[in-house]
């Protein structure tokens, strides 16, 4: 199973986070994630977007699988220089059942907000800390890239850990059998010794 670590959170994939400063890379995407400021650049205004992700979502170098279609909508407002992002992102992701492994779809609904900058002279997408402190993302191309956005609402959204169901059995100590779909004759883990029987236990009270 993978871990994504965000600030004091850990969770089921791993997503790096990004430092202040650091260029935010193209990920390679099934379908095409993005929206044209042209209009808005040019005069006050605001300009949306939407589309289906198949498959997987990128995080990173990582991939999260899906289950079914994941839609997404944007709207980008332009605030005098500066340009307001919002959107949304909604589907289901498979993640291993904590007790039996088995994929598990979760339901997943995530919503972000951030603060742009014009920047002609930026290659890529790039975040920097205002004078304030607070984040805000710099772009050179009126073709604005949403696939880092999309990607870290839709990771950050997702939860500690999937259970297939609350009586789901898990995976026999001894030999790994899934003791939902079969009876592998062993032992119950309580008469299990040491390492193997803690697990079991704590699976249980997870």
């Known amino acids: ?14 997503l790096t986070e990004l430092p202040s400063g650091r260029i935010l ?11 044209n400021l042209a209009s808005i650049i040019k ?9 289906v992700i198949h498959d997987e979502i990128i995080a990173g170098k ?19 220089d500066e340009y307001w992002l919002s959107g949304e992102v ?6 291993e059942c904590r007790r039996c492994l088995k994929p598990t779809p979760q339901k997943i609904d995530a919503y972000f907000q951030h603060l742009l900058e014009y920047r002609p002279e930026v290659e ?28 870290q609402a839709f990771a950050l959204a997702m939860p500690l850990t999937a259970l297939c169901d609350d009586s789901c059995k898990g995976l026999c100590p001894v030999c790994g059998a899934d003791l939902n779909t079969s009876n ?8 299990v010794p040491g390492a193997l029987a803690d697990l079991g236990k704590f699976l249980d009270e997870v």
Do not use: N
């Open 25 to 35: 890379t193209r990920m390679d995407v099934r379908d095409l994630q993005s929206i």
């Open 124 to 151: 890529k997408l790039t975040m920097v800390d205002d004078e304030e402190g607070e984040e805000i993302y710099h772009f050179g191309s009126p073709d604005l890239d949403l696939s880092f956005f999309i990607s």
């Open 184 to 191: 592998c004759g062993h032992a119950s883990q309580a008469s």
């Open 43 to 51: 005069e006050p205004g605001s300009a949306s977007a939407d589309g």
């Open 62 to 80: 990582d991939k999260l699988p899906l289950k079914g279609d994941t839609h997404w909508s944007v709207t980008v407002s332009s605030a005098g």
């Open 90 to 95: 909604h589907g289901q992701v498979l993640m």
């Open 1 to 14: 199973m993978y871990l994504i670590s965000l600030g004091m959170h850990t969770f089921a994939y791993r």
